[in-house]
């Protein structure tokens, strides 16, 4: 796969968007309410509404309903089918799959803004041949490092962000209870002096800390105990085919990583333009795709 990327950066055909997965977001937002839909952000769906074995909209977090012709799910799979749908439609099938196919490692993601560029780093280093440490109930034995410092939108000119990203246990973190937060500054000091040692004196520039760990990714994302990427690949799952609708149940579409094995913001958004194609052909519409434009 480090190949496969690297042969495409050198050819041109990738590249990824100043602003990073939020300006691309914000993209497809815009693209969307120009073409008449309306967005809202920060908003939890508790239920897909069903009747007659047809998905008929959704009901929010605050009891609100909103009908739809049509509803496309990009929550986790189990989310999806086990809660959202009650365990109605497809449970047997996604069952099995958790039952015999890996999911991604819960991480924490923690995230150091500093007040030096640190111009002459790589933007991405792995540290191996560490003492292990642990980090909410899993032993740690290398250091993922990225840096962030060509990219006004992620730190202003002349800082820096630096990240971490550690392996770690959704148990562990789902049963801190009121002890959470305590845990979250811990493993932030146990990250940043894991940082020290390989950045010296970066401790002393240190203006913004975040830590994100499982629940972070559940409360946000619905990823399902964490799994930030959905299912790990392997040979079953790159090559078991994952339908984008349930049997029995009409009018619902299943798009985002949990249908696309290896996960990734790419092929996500395929996943969902390959879903609207098949909303299309069900109502025997023809797919027109948006011309292409440049993120400003």
Known sequence: MLLFFLG?????????????????????????????GEARLHTTVDEILVHDDRARGVRLEDGTMIGADAVISTSSMPETVLRLLGGRYGADAVRERMAGWKMFQPIVLASFG???????LPTALLVDRIAPFEVGGFTNERLQLR??????????HGHAVVQTMLATSYAWWATRGSTYQAAKDAVAEVALAQIESVIPGVRGHVQMTDVATPLTFWSMARAWRGAYEGWMPS?????????????????????????????????????????VQILCAKDGRGFVSSPARTLS
């Not at 055909?13 to 939020?22: D, F, K, Q, T």
């Not at 840096?147 to 202003?156: F, G, K, Q, R, V």
């Not at 079953?236 to 996960?263: R, Y």
């Open 8 to 36: 495409y950066l050198q050819r041109g055909w990738l590249s990824r968007p100043m602003g990073g997965s939020a300006r691309f977001r914000d993209a497809l937002i815009e693209t969307y309410e120009r073409l008449g």
């Open 114 to 120: 500093v007040d030096v560029p640190l111009t002459g």
């Open 147 to 156: 840096i962030c410092n060509d990219d006004t939108s992620l730190a202003p």
């Open 235 to 275: 040979g079953e799952s790159l090559f078991g085919h994952i339908p984008k609708t349930l049997p029995k149940l009409e009018d619902f579409f299943m798009a985002g990583q949990w249908v696309e094995p290896g996960g990734g913001v790419p092929t996500a958004v395929l996943s969902g333009r390959q879903a």
